[in-house]
């Protein structure tokens, strides 16, 4: 199909698709005529894939290039999910409090992980540092016994995604369950876990008073 | 203190401080002469919040105001977190697809939940319809069958926090730790779901070839 085709049937504008091509987000067509440039199915997908990215998971052009690379590099599915990760994980600008930091890899010991426990080294590791920084900074500095409890429950939520990822056929489709299951499942998990908490605090909390006479 | 203190021990500078007062984020400080305001440990702790809220939940003025007033009403704490949740959770401008609507009320049917079910009175639920219609939108209709294993996973997940809120002694701690806990815990709850999802997947894709050569 042209450009113009391409466009129609992803939704996205001519001068946004030739961007991408420019930014290496979309592989350059098979060129028919000087001028003229035919895409496939493959372009099609790849530019939904890059769509979902930028809208739904926010990112960044340089952080879509870098999910893109994960992708495409020859590697065994786990590598390739821990490297999508890593890619749609950019580190914040929060200053990281070494308790903090701490925290995080006493965690780390305790599940006896060895991977990416520097917080130099992995995004994921070091948006849980910052998190907890955050926290501490705003007195909380409990919220590490949260860690165990939330893992339990992330196991079982983790199993389900791999199940997902494993159900698709074929390469295509494990790598966009991939990177869609991470984004979008990060905002499901967060309205889902609005429910829970409503039904958890509906059993523990829901007669007991809110304490209003208790100002000091 | 004044508020070039409340300046000093907040580290929120003098004319953000004041653009909180002129908002209602913050109360008025009791004059002690025209031209000047007295400021107590209360207005610290809330100050710290609006920051919290700011910084981390990454909310608007309108949104912090919403969460506020949310904290300040007179209900039960099972309410106050119901509606602290609604303030904090904004809905976004994805279009919804009548079939994500009917997918999340079927859940919440199968769930046993009545209340705010409707997408058009919950902002949670709209969350969650929102993000399963951008879902079907890159083609995945099946993320629906996650969401009961993730609310299965979310209890757990749901109970730690819970304990968490309630072993606060007082009503202003217990306040924090429910807009605290909610808001940075979703993103330690994204970080350690990485973690989780890494040790799940090791064991259950770790040594399934990436299917290279499946490239239909």
Redesign the interface.
């Known amino acids: 199909m042209r450009v113009g085709e391409l466009s129609k049937r992803s939704g996205v504008p001519v001068p946004t698709i030739k961007y991408y091509l420019r930014e290496g987000l979309l592989p350059a067509g098979v060129l028919t005529s000087p001028n003229q440039a035919h895409y496939d199915e493959g372009h099609l997908r790849r530019l939904?894939?890059v769509?979902?990215l930028v809208?739904?998971g926010d990112l960044s052009i340089a952080a879509v290039r870098d999910v893109l690379v994960a992708i495409d590099t020859?590697?065994?599915?786990?590598n390739?999910?821990?490297a999508v990760?890593e890619a749609i994980?950019q580190p914040s600008a929060v200053d990281l409090d070494p308790l903090a930091v701490a925290d995080v890899q006493a965690f780390f010991a305790r599940?006896g992980?060895t991977?990416?426990v520097d917080v130099t080294e992995s995004n994921?590791?070091h948006?849980?540092a910052?998190?907890?920084s955050?926290?501490r900074s705003?007195?909380?500095d409990?919220?590490q016994?949260?860690?165990d409890?939330?893992?339990?429950?992330?196991?079982?939520?983790?199993?389900?995604?791999?199940?997902?990822?494993?159900?698709q056929s074929?390469?295509?489709d494990?790598i966009?369950?991939m990177v869609?299951?991470?984004l979008?499942?990060?905002?499901?998990?967060?309205?889902?876990?609005?429910?829970?908490?409503?039904?958890?605090?509906?059993d523990?909390?829901?007669?007991?008073?809110?304490?209003?006479d208790?100002?000091?």
Do not use: F, N, W
């Open positions: 939904r894939l769509r979902a809208d739904v020859r590697d065994s599915l786990h390739k999910l821990g990760q994980s599940q992980e991977d990416c994921v590791t948006m849980l910052a998190a907890l955050v926290a705003v007195g909380h409990g919220m016994d949260l860690l409890p939330y893992l339990e429950g992330l196991k079982i939520i983790a199993q389900a995604d791999v199940d997902y990822i494993a159900r074929s390469r295509d494990i966009e369950a869609i299951g991470t979008i499942g990060d905002t499901v998990l967060k309205a889902v876990r609005r429910l829970a908490h409503a039904q958890v605090s509906r523990v909390i829901g007669d007991r008073p809110a304490l209003e208790d100002e000091s």
